[in-house]
């Protein structure tokens, strides 16, 4: 039954995870929050049980296990489809999907080389790709937003929204900020609606937390302290 109450697997410090999360918190589903660290070796062990992968996110929902979390997203909103992550034409459908996948190929690539990369020339590049990449999906979003397709926050709000609540990571050791130009103003915008959003505030940790357990990224060692 898609009322059974799902377990959904996290870590706190995971814009992946939080991506699943947003969705449950938004459709207001009654869920079991797992915290997981899979840094942790003796964790890391029991939840390969779960997803073979050894990632966050995973559902498990009906004796049934879901990782990865634009899927997971999906899933959700298929088994719950009240207040849809979603929309019901086909090609909008396929619309956000296409700029979800862009969030994943194009911005989060660079976000993670502006943080691991340890010469300057490496970050200057990621920094202007990554601002470039902003400017490209958000030339695609609704004109009048304030989300991605209007009024609805949906799935790339979602897929990206994450990262950009990570952001103080990078200003804090990398002095990144989107600027206030006009250029901008269609994602600065978009930004100011979303971090406001409940679900924003009860899944994303103080800047203080997340600067600090991405030290081992920013000194070029993908690990958690």
Not at 44 to 54: C, E, F
Not at 143 to 157: I, N
């Amino acid at each position: 039954m898609a009322d059974s109450k799902p377990q959904a697997y996290i870590s706190w410090f995971c814009p992946f995870a939080q991506r699943t999360w947003l969705a449950l918190l938004e459709k207001k589903i009654d869920f079991e929050y797992k915290e997981v660290n899979p840094y942790d070796e003796s964790e890391r062990v029991k939840y390969l049980k779960i997803n073979p992968l050894g990632l966050v996110p995973a559902i498990v929902h009906q004796g049934h296990v879901v990782y990865e979390s634009a899927i997971c997203i999906e899933y959700i909103d298929e088994q719950w489809p009240e207040t849809p992550v979603l929309p019901n034409d086909p090609y909008r459908r396929a619309y956000e999907r296409i700029w979800s996948d862009h969030i994943s190929k194009k911005i989060v690539p660079q976000y993670y080389a502006m943080l691991l990369k340890q010469s300057h020339e490496d970050r200057e590049n990621a920094r202007k790709a990554l601002l470039e990449q902003l400017v490209v999906l958000t030339d695609a979003m609704d004109k009048e937003g304030p989300y991605f397709r209007g009024s609805a926050f949906g799935m790339v709000d979602m897929m990206l929204a994450p990262f950009v609540a990570r952001f103080v990571v990078l200003k804090h050791y990398r002095g990144f900020q989107v600027p206030t130009e006009d250029r901008y103003a269609r994602f600065n915008r978009w930004w100011a609606a979303v971090k406001e959003r409940d679900s924003m505030t009860k899944s994303t940790p103080e800047d203080e937390r997340l600067v600090d357990v991405y030290k081992g990224y920013a000194a070029g060692n993908p690990t958690m302290s």
